[in-house]
């Protein structure tokens, strides 16, 4: 069974930053285009960021400029830096294949952004 494992997450105020880092065991990561996503209250999970097995990245309208999405082959680990967080940026985010997802998602890491 795959685990996904997202850590990173914590409090800032807006203009600040944090890493994600989403450790994937069980398969390896390496074939697969990986993504970001992110659930705020009430709203339906929404696609964040993806990269493919390439290197080519491609990114929600709302984070282009601001986020990065890279990974690590070696390390089976995909990560999200994120800049200039925005208080609109809160929510819990969960990393997962661009397709057909691996289940169970992981836990996520909530991501706060407040004055």
């Known amino acids: 069974q795959v685990q996904l494992v997202e850590s990173g997450g914590g409090s800032v105020q807006p203009g600040g930053s944090l890493r994600l880092s989403c450790a994937v065991s069980g398969s390896t990561i390496s074939i697969y285009t990986m993504a970001w996503y992110r659930q705020a209250p009430m709203n339906q999970r929404e696609l964040v960021a993806t990269i493919t097995t390439g290197g080519s990245t491609n990114y929600a309208d709302s984070v282009k400029g601001r986020f990065t999405i890279s990974r690590d082959n070696v390390k089976n680990t995909v990560y999200l830096q994120m800049n200039s967080l925005k208080p609109e940026d809160t929510a819990v985010y969960s990393c997962?294949?661009?397709?057909?997802?691996?289940?169970?998602w992981g836990q996520g890491t909530q991501v706060t952004v407040s004055s």
């Open positions: 997962n294949k661009a397709l057909v997802f691996w289940r169970p």
